[in-house]
């Protein structure tokens, strides 16, 4: 599920609300946004990501760099296909 900024913003105050509890913070995720018993919440990387990009740049939001995973996963497949290899003549 894409999460928007709203769903960012309760869930980073949900975490400082619930003593820095990342389960407090489903919880209280799951109950605010109204969703079922089975339905996706932000798990624990997700969460601690935001908190930590919160931290170092004042935003919840990935800046390139900053999660080099997030960016860079298939940065080695990027320029095979499509990609015109000129050869000199001998």
């Known amino acids: 599920m894409g999460w928007t900024g709203e769903h960012r913003g309760f869930v980073v105050e949900a975490y400082y609300e619930n003593s820095?509890?990342?389960i407090a913070t489903q919880t209280a995720s799951r109950t605010r946004l109204v969703l079922g018993r089975n339905a996706s919440v932000p798990d624990r990387?997700?969460?601690l990501l935001w908190i930590s990009n919160l931290q170092a740049t004042g935003s919840t939001l990935s800046v390139e760099g900053n999660v080099p995973w997030a960016f860079d996963l298939f940065k080695g497949r990027?320029?095979?296909a499509g990609?015109?290899?000129r050869l000199k003549p001998v």
């Open 83 to 85: 990609t015109v290899t």
């Open 78 to 80: 990027r320029g095979v």
């Open 45 to 47: 990387k997700t969460i």
């Open 20 to 22: 820095r509890s990342v």
